[in-house]
């Protein structure tokens, strides 16, 4: 099918161009600017209401953005935070990529320090993370190379269980791990190499270790995100859409810089899109898993 894809800034036109789509776009979507005037956006997560929280890491700023209020500054000095997810409490956890740490902020704004360090080294400069249904934290720490005292030896995956601040280090051998994701089953965690243009396959295991590597994708990617039919959403140029199997069956352009995506709105069937100084949307056929 075919889609008019119209950008927008409020009610203002800005350009359209006509894309062929495979179906997980809805028909006659239009893309959205919610706002602009950013410096980097990242890390969209949503809340119960399907409100959209992100991050503007050069700001130091973690932004909120809802249909009644448009978009708010909920903190600063942020430590540089990156990638977000939310509790069914309210609670938002942070990667302080600056601050090197994993944390959570609770909706009175009380912010407590998950974990800092992996067996008394200072993590990297924590990235992106995906929560399971135990409470337990997958993140990603790589170096860019920003941290001029680097501690650890490498780029890792970690795991943080629910009842500890000590991560258990779960993959490694990767140049630079970035967008991390997991499946709502909690059976299956994709994770991106950016820097290595590979995304690649784990099976969860009970006690939260992951086995069974798979190369899922020769493309790496900055964040991602998962329909309701399994579907991976991948961020680089635009958003590029893989089934279950690895096969591309769709690629969303997107008139600037991608760099992370996440499904909500009231009925989870909007894919919020962040990038450069910009932070987007576009209506879909599917939901967020």
């Avoid at 919610?34 to 399907?50: I, M």
């Amino acid at each position: 099918m075919k889609a008019i894809i119209v950008i927008t800034i409020g009610f203002v036109l800005t350009s359209f161009m006509t894309v062929t789509y495979a179906g997980v776009v809805a028909p006659d979507a239009k893309i959205k600017i919610l706002s602009g005037g950013f410096k980097f956006t990242e890390g969209p997560a949503a809340d119960a209401n399907g409100d959209i929280y992100f991050t503007d890491i050069p700001n130091n700023r973690i932004h909120k953005w809802s249909p009644d209020t448009n978009v708010t500054t909920i903190r600063e000095n942020t430590g540089g935070a990156n990638g977000l997810q939310i509790d069914d409490k309210g609670n938002l956890y942070a990667c302080e990529g600056r601050n090197r740490r994993l944390t959570r902020i609770a909706p009175d704004g009380n912010v407590t320090v998950l974990c800092d360090n992996y067996k008394g080294r200072k993590l990297n400069s924590t990235n992106d993370l995906w929560r399971d249904k135990k409470g337990g934290i997958y993140f990603t720490d790589p170096n860019y190379g920003n941290i001029t005292d680097q501690e650890l030896d490498g780029s890792y995956v970690f795991y943080l269980p629910a009842d500890s601040n000590q991560p258990v280090l779960v993959a490694a051998d990767f140049s630079k791990p970035n967008g991390i994701v997991g499946t709502k089953n909690g059976s299956t965690l994709y994770v991106a190499d950016m820097q290595g243009n590979k995304t690649w396959v784990f099976k969860i295991n009970p006690d939260g270790t992951l086995s069974d590597r798979k190369l899922f994708a020769s493309m790496g990617s900055d964040g991602m995100t998962l329909d309701e039919q399994g579907n991976l959403y991948l961020t680089r140029k635009g958003v590029t859409v893989l089934d279950s199997s690895g096969r591309k069956i769709d690629f969303i352009k997107i008139p600037y810089q991608t760099s992370n995506v996440c499904f909500g709105g009231k009925d989870n069937d909007t894919l919020f899109i962040t990038g450069g100084r910009f932070f987007y949307s576009i209506k879909m056929n599917v939901k967020g898993q």
